[in-house]
Every structure is written in structure tokens, then in C-alpha cells.
């Protein structure tokens, strides 16, 4: 949110060096204006990276599951990356491909620390899961993976016209796909698979989630495509707007990553195995 | 094993997609970045027995918009006049048009005046809101404020740089290497700040004042395109013939929301 504040105010570039803000690591400068944005998102972003390393740290020493030292370690590395996309960012004046890097793996990270999150959590750890398996196809495994995807194409397109790499419309036009798709998966989850509380519950959200931004995209629409072209500043409808979009869209990614965790855990695909000689027979995976 | 071939397709396609926009990116790049030419050669002699002169009155023909207000509370040292500049428009005349002479010079080659030219920063603001610099000339850019600003040029044909300037700050000097009309400069810190850098290659431009007046001095006779350019409506030409020693009057209307 801090980083959607100082692109919907036009702050991006209000401190001119990185990693030092004029001059001084951590020096207070005078907060008026757009380095109020930009000085407070580069403090928390420097506060992510210390408690991101204790996360990594702690969990490289306390955790017995490998896998997740490893992932822990990768919420590091995505962080540290980021830390260097928004100095890029920076040193070389908002390059869109550059910016929208940063604003897509901002995104990755949130959703990194959300499955850390889960996978620590009590009911993680301690529950049976309920299995059902997924005979449908496409599965929907296979469905989850494609919202993700879609949803990542939907962050670039969006980064892109936020940091005026390209128009609006494919932004626009592909939010069509992915309410189709996301929609899908939900109507699919609930229809089939209601009954498993950890289906049901990120499969009910992502939907709310949904339906949250399509509206916050309208408004965000309106307030700086529409009314707002011609404006001399950022107002307070078109940041309020645009950084609730940028908010919700990040809770959105990460709820169907959720969802595509718990179904993997709960609804694994059978598939059939076809071995020579034999008929083919169901197997489960 | 299909999922993980459909993992592996789609980031293959992020990744195409992400390498596309940097090498959309890259290109603009490459030609705002392009090494300058060789050394500008010598100036074409003038004969200023025969040079002529060019000047009119450019008008806003409609309403003009109430210009909005700017709100400058986010920075308590920003005191002053605070509407929009983007459309001056006082009886009918309009202020900051950029004239020049788009065509018709020739391979004449021009002096680049040794006196920069001053833009100052000044109650939040930038003065003039309109400039006009021959291509290599200094910009001395100057701090009036209480306050810290940064200057950000975004060209399109120029290199690109952002700077900070605390108040009393010694002036930066710049300049531009590249002929580019209307290039924006604006203050990250102070969203509203914009201003207008006109860069060309001959000293034959000028921009209106608030009564809409123009004055263009020293032009050898001939045959030329004069371009009026404003930040907000479409660009008008006028063709004109100036004849030796001919102090020529050349009006110019915009049209609100369009043609003259």
C-alpha cells in the first residue's frame, strides 16, 4: 500500500538517489510534498527486509521441514530483489519494465509471506486434511494455476499502464478473462467441493475479492482515465481508488494462492495411468 | 506431470510477456540516448541589412475553462498564486504559445548564445512556464524557495535526468542537445509543478505574454512555416514570405477544443 501511495501520487522519483535518501540512510528529511510517500515506503520496505531476515533466520534455525527453510529463503531473496528493483526503479527514472518488475514481485513476496504464514499455522500442522480427489478436467488444480496466471498477466498489464509503459485497454480488456476464469474456479470449488471448509472458505473470498475489484478497477477507471486526465496533481478520489485497487488485487493473488494450496492438500487429480498391456484404470495420484 | 508442463508454459509466457515490455522500453531508450552529432559548424553568415521581423497576436477563440486551483497544502513553504497554467487565457488572448520557425531555414547553422536563459522556481511554481532554448544552450535553473524541489525533465529525444535542489542552492546548469518541442519538466515533490522546455536549432522563436503577443527578430528573408504550439490544443502552421527588411504581422487563433 505504501508503494501503490507513491505511484498514485506521482511521488516515484520525489527522493532522486537510492539507497541513500538525499545523502542520509536513515536521516529524517523534511517530510512535505511527494517525500512524505517516498521516504516512508522506502522506511517500511527497510523494516520488510530486517524482519523478513529474522523470519529467515529463525526459520532456518527452529523449522525441520526443509522445504520450508528453503521458501523462507526465498522470501528473503524475493525481497532483497525487490529492494534492488525499486533502486533500479529509482537510479534509472521509472523504466515501466523496471517498475512494473517491482511492482509484480512486491506482489510475489506478499504472497510468499502469506504461505509461510499457513504453512507455520497451527491447523496446518496439526489437521488430517480431507481428501477428495478431482476426476473433472480440467481439475481444479489445474483451474487455481490458471487464475494465478492470469491474475500475474493482469498485475503486468496494470504495472505497465500505471508506470506508462502502455495504454489502458489490454488492462481493461483482459479483466474481462480474468473474472471468467477466477469465476470459474470459484463456481467449480463451491459446486464440487463445498464441503472441505479449507476449499470453501479462500474459494468464497476470492470471489468477494473479485467482485471488490472489479468495482475499486471502475472507480480507479473513472477517477484517473475518465474525469482525471487532465488534472494538475493527483486527488484524493484517483489515489484512494487507484490504491485500494493496487491493495485488494494483491489480497485477490494471494487468496488464490491460498486456494491453490488447499487444493492441492485436498483435492489431489486422479488421473489415469496407461500401462501397456492392461486395461486403463483410474489411478489416484 | 500435466500441471508441471503448464506451470513451465506459463512462465515461459510471463516471462515473454515481461521481455516484451523491456524491449518496447529498450527502444526508446536507444533514441533518447544516442550519441549527439559531430561539432556544430559555423554560423551561416546573416546580412542583418535585409533581415525582417515577424510578429502577432495569438488568440483563444471560445470560453476557456476556469483555470483550477492547485492545492499546495501538502507543503506549508508554497505560498502564492496557485491555479493551473495549463490554459492562460485573458481577454480572448492567450499566453505561453510557443512560435517558431518550424521549416524554411534551410542548412543555415546558427551561433548558440553564450548567456544562458533562467528558470526559476518561485512560490511552487515555475517561471517561466514556457521556455524556448536553442539546442546546447544553458538552462540555469534556479531555487527562489523556501523549499527543496527536484527538476525532472521526461523528454522524448534528450537524455533524461532528475535532480534535487535545496532552497538557496547554487544553480544547476544544463542543456539539451536535441531539437524537441514542448518537453516536459516537472517536480516529483510538487505534483502540480510542470513547466515546458522548447528546444531548436535556430534563434527564431518566441513565446506569447499574457496579451497573446509574439515578436520574432532577425529573419533573412524568405520562404517559412511557422509553428504555434500550445500544451493542451493541436498545433497550427501558417506558411509566410518574408521580404527583405519586412516586419511582417502573422495572427494565429486556436480554437477551444481544436482547428483554428
Redesign the interface.
Known sequence: MFGASVTSNDAGLSVPDWPTSFGYLVKVPHLVGGVRFEWSHRMVAGSLVILTLAIAAWTFFVERRSWLRKLALAALGTVVAQAILGGMTVLYLQPPAVSTAHAAVAQTFFCIAVCIAIFTGRKWVEEVPQVEHDTRRPSLFTLTLLSIFVLYVQLILGGMFRHRGMSWWPHVVHAALVAFVLTWTAIRALSVFSKIEAVRKPAIMMLSLLITQLCLGFAAFLTRVAWGKDSVQPELPMVVSTVAHVAVGALLLATTVVLAIQVWRHVPVAFAERVPGTERTPQIA | M??SR??FL?LL??AG??LL??C??KEN?EQSTSPSAAPAPAATPIDPATVGSLSGTVKYDGTAPKP?K??MS????CKGANE?E?LIVDKGDLANVFVYVKDGVGNRTFDVPKDPVVLDQQGCRYHPHVLGVMAGQTVQIKNDDP??H?I?PTPKDNR?????QPPQAAPLEKNFAREEIMLPVKC?????M?MYINVVKSPFYAVTDKDGKYEIKGLPPGDYTIAFVHE?LPEQDQKVTIAPKEAKTVDQTFKAGGAS
Open positions: 500435466k500441471n503448464l506451470a506459463l509466457a510471463l510477456l515481461l515490455a523491456a518496447n522500453k531508450t483550477a492547485i492545492d501538502q507543503d506549508p513553504a493551473n495549463a523549499t527543496t527536484n525532472h533524461e535526468w532528475n535532480e534535487s516529483n515533490q510538487h505534483p502540480w510542470k493542451k
